[in-house]
């Protein structure tokens, strides 16, 4: 992934733990994700949880190319989401298992051309000891 724009920053872990109900909260802020792909209709991952313990998140979306982008968001629920030049999408997911991102030039595909946008990620995940 090439980085278009210089949108990323450091990721802050912040670590909250409650004693009076013996568990501790993880919470980890992901500011941005570059994402530059061909305009080929192709769906790529652009992240996948690899815990047993998937993470709550909010989502947000923001497309910077003349491209359409189709996002799909895979929790509890499948969330899709088209987004148009300039547009962006937020949602909140439960048990966030993966991100896929499809990119589209109208009804032919155009390798030649290239979406971009970024990803902003929001995680969080509660665990007991």
Known sequence: ???????????????????CENK??????VRCVPIRQACDNTTRTVF??????????????TN??????TLSVRGT????????????AVTSVTGLNQIAVTCT???TPTPDMF???????????????
């Open 115 to 129: 979406c971009t946008g970024t990803l902003e990620l929001d995680l969080t995940v509660g665990l007991r000891f």
């Open 64 to 69: 910077t190319s003349d491209c359409t982008v």
């Open 1 to 19: 992934m090439a980085n278009e724009k210089n949108c990323c920053g450091p990721t802050n872990v912040v670590t909250v733990a409650d004693l």
């Open 105 to 107: 030039d109208g009804a």
């Open 77 to 88: 629920t499948t969330q899709g989401y088209t987004i148009v030049n300039g547009g962006s």
């Open 48 to 61: 996948q949880s690899l815990s047993t313990v998937n993470p709550d998140a909010i989502v947000i979306f």
């Open 24 to 29: 501790k909260v993880v919470k980890e802020f």
